[in-house]
């Protein structure tokens, strides 16, 4: 790495942001030589959201390199998904599915596992800065970041190619203008991390736990148990649902107030759940309630004039099937596999070999996150007739292999469902 008069840095890559996507893909830059500069604003470790990891993203962290660290960091094993509707439970194993490959993994204090990754890929000789952050970008051949540090000393990289890892922090979109709708509606979560009592801890603790509201098929919660004897709740829902209904914001409010409702409205929601009020009823709270709204994000287009965006950059649909983490490690894996082959100097079409096969995936998600709040979904998955065949075909996308095309409900999933909700269609609640 040259560092000319001090101002101007060049690298192979420039990663904006160190989350999974980012870790991952300058470790696998790495590990086929380039150099790699990773701008990451915030210092490690941080909070972040997204606790539940699915089977799929192991293979992308093994290829990575970071296998053990994270097997050695002692998170939470998971091996499925259990959903619960009244009296209704419906579990999934994801070592019983259709498509070859991991059938457990993690769930993780993202702080912690954004931390080993990033340290993983420092390791592997990325040049990982925390406390910096991008304030513009000039595409082209030799695309430029501008940077500044925490002390506001500002520093200009210049790259062969530029990959956008920002998450929600959606640098490049936002700089460019690059944001298109969703197509989702905008929903918002309230979520925050309890202690587990006598009950809590007996119960299965190696699985997702996904709760319809008893009374509001779109409203559901999730409990993802941790390694440290905690369990993380959150509560997905419109976002007037999860806000004071007296008029006034809860922004408008003093911060204090603000922590207290939204602890006493996610009490309230979770004593809603019959099984979740046994469980966590009066829990101690391990941290504040968080709430994150309008999270739903999509961009006209993956790539441009030297640049990609991997992970939340480019699209996110919606937390109820843990899908973030996995399509952002696949998304680093994928526009890797296309950059290392530029940088040799093979043309190559980021349309045709990331844009459209990663979109194929996130599409398969987005059939299914559909039909999970129109209630089709839900019908499905409790559907106590379902083949063993059927089941593990959709035990495999909740494992995250919506890439894995011998799966019809990968190759085709409006149809497919469609198809199946008519056989198994049930009286929905709501
Ligand atoms: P991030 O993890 O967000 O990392 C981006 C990094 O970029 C951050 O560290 C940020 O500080 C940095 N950055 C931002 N702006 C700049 C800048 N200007 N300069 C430098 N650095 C910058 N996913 C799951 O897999 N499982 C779940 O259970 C799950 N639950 C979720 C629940 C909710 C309510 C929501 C909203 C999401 C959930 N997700 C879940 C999704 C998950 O949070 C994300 O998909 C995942 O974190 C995306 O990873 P990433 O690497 O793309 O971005």
Known sequence: ???????????????????????????????????????????????????????????????AGMLQAVVEAGFQ??????????????????RDKSSPGWGTTFQVVRADFDNVLARCAAEQGADVRFGETVTAFRGGATPELDIVDAEQVATTLRARFVLDASGFGRVLP???????????????????????GDAARQSDRTKIGVFVHPSHRDVWFWRIPLSDGRSSIGCVAAPAFLSPDDGLPLSARPESE??????????????????????????????????????????????????ALLGNAGEFLDPVFSSGVTIAVRSAHQATQVLKRQLRGEAVDWQR?????????????????????????????????QTPMIRRMISAVLAGYAWDESNPYVKDPVRRLNALHAVCALPTAG
């Open 1 to 63: 790495m040259t560092t000319g008069d001090g101002k101007t840095i060049d690298v192979d890559v420039a990663v904006i942001g160190a989350g999974p996507a980012g870790a991952v893909a300058a470790a696998l830059l790495r590990r086929d030589g380039h150099r790699v500069r990773v701008i990451e604003r915030q210092q490690f470790p941080r909070f972040s959201i997204g606790e539940s990891l699915l089977p799929q993203s192991m293979a992308y962290i093994e290829e």
């Open 174 to 196: 936002r700089l460019l203008q690059l944001e298109t709708p969703t197509g989702l509606p905008q929903r918002a979560a309230l979520f925050g991390h309890f202690a587990e």
């Open 353 to 385: 070999e990331y844009d459209a096969p990663l979109r194929k995936g996130i599409d398969t998600f987005r059939a299914f996150v559909e039909r999970w709040y129109s209630g089709e979904l839900q019908d499905i998955i409790f559907y106590k007739a």
């Open 258 to 307: 603000q922590d207290a409702w939204r602890e006493a409205r996610l009490r309230a929601l979770i004593a809603e759940e019959p099984l979740l009020a046994r469980l966590f009823d009066g829990a101690p709270l391990r941290m504040p309630v968080r709430t994150l709204t309008g999270y739903s994000a999509n961009v006209a287009s993956l790539h441009g004039d030297g640049y």
């Open 77 to 94: 094993y998971k091996n499925g998904a259990a959903f619960f509707r009244g009296e209704e439970r419906s579990e999934y194993d994801f």
